[in-house]
């Protein structure tokens, strides 16, 4: 296996020419936190006193949620604002009204790139000589079904421990040589700890708060928490699997209608991204007409593939591409 150091991934803004929609991501920003109140607050506080069927609109909200972590990944990039500071403030708003600390999940998604399809990071990826399909099916099912915005969640409460507590868990994990490690590496360094603490405390800040307003009409609120935490984790790695191993660079291209693959920022065009990441969501569609020019699978059939479950890396190694995948030329 390949050795990669834990310094923190960098990131580049994006070449001239390739200008960053300001306006309109400052706009679709500012959605998105209203969108936020509207489900925490107004709609426990006005609308469900009125009827209880107010409810619906809070789960309109979490089936929302990918679209809000595509703007997020914008700000990941540095590419949701001109100014590269104000970007990291409004990465950490948004953040904290997604659920998760936006260190979290920069440090993490930066990470993924840096280590996309080795079997360090492969999410579907086991090693028969170290563990079985079951096992690997246990740990595989529970991240894609809702374990990986869980744990992004959780990671708020984790951080709130002592560092006496943190070290120690760090240092077991990198004695395993695991991502876990890698990432526990950077993110207990203090200036991370202490934003990620600060971003946490209101994050869960907020959604207590909501819980509370909601009141025996909790299970709106966690009906809309958990269909934000099945979409994003169940498409998070509708682009990788199945694909090849060791190939840092590939992602695939997904067909979408275009009017949901504009309401997902066109983050189906995974692999455009991958192998150009310092262009804008907004000129995807173009890079992929110059670039691509076919998509590698239907993004629903590509979905409901993952749930063939974890694939031995044996099986992948040197594979190009599954002989049954089908390329779908754009419409």
């Not at 991934?9 to 706009?27: C, R, T």
């Not at 920003?29 to 107010?54: D, E, G, I, K, R």
């Not at 079904?145 to 992004?152: A, K």
């Not at 907004?282 to 694939?311: C, H, S, V």
Request: proline residues 6%.
């Amino acid at each position: 296996m390949k050795n990669f150091s834990v310094a923190e991934p960098e990131n580049k803004k994006p070449p001239s020419g390739a200008a960053v929609p300001s306006a309109l991501n400052a706009s679709l920003a500012a959605f998105h936190l209203l969108s936020t109140l509207f489900l925490f607050f107004l709609v426990p506080l006005f609308l469900l006193p009125v009827s209880p069927w107010w409810g619906l609109a809070a789960l309109g909200v979490g089936a929302l949620s990918n679209s809000f972590w595509s703007l997020i990944h914008e700000a990941v990039h540095d590419m949701l604002l001109s100014s590269r500071r104000i970007n990291a403030s409004a990465g950490r708003i948004l953040g904290i009204s997604f659920g998760s600390p936006f260190r979290v999940l920069r440090v993490s998604h930066l990470m993924h790139h840096k280590l996309n399809r080795s079997p360090l990071e492969g999410t579907e990826l086991y090693d028969p000589s170290k563990t079985s399909r079951l096992r690997a099916g246990f740990a595989y099912f529970f991240q894609i079904l809702g374990g990986l915005y869980l744990v992004e969640f959780l990671s708020a409460i984790f951080f709130l421990l002592p560092r006496k507590v943190l070290l120690p868990v760090k240092r077991r994990f990198e004695e395993k040589k695991t991502l876990t490690g890698m990432l526990l590496g950077i993110l207990t360094k203090d200036e991370a700890v202490s934003e990620i603490r600060k971003d946490g405390i209101m994050a869960l800040g907020v959604v207590v708060a909501s819980f509370y307003c909601y009141g025996g009409h909790w299970p709106w609120l966690g009906g809309a928490l958990g269909l934000r935490a099945f979409l994003v984790s169940f498409l998070d790695n509708v682009y990788h699997y199945r694909t090849p191993v060791d190939d840092v660079w590939y992602a695939d291209n997904l067909w979408l209608p275009k009017w949901l693959s504009a309401i997902l920022l066109h983050f189906n065009l995974h692999g455009v991204h991958h192998r150009n990441t310092t262009i804008p969501w907004i000129r995807l569609p173009e890079a992929f007409g110059m670039q691509a020019k076919e998509y590698d699978g239907n993004y629903f059939t590509a979905a409901a593939r993952q749930l063939l479950g974890p694939i031995s890396i044996a099986q992948l190694a040197g594979v190009r591409r599954d002989a049954s995948y089908v390329k779908v030329r754009p419409s």
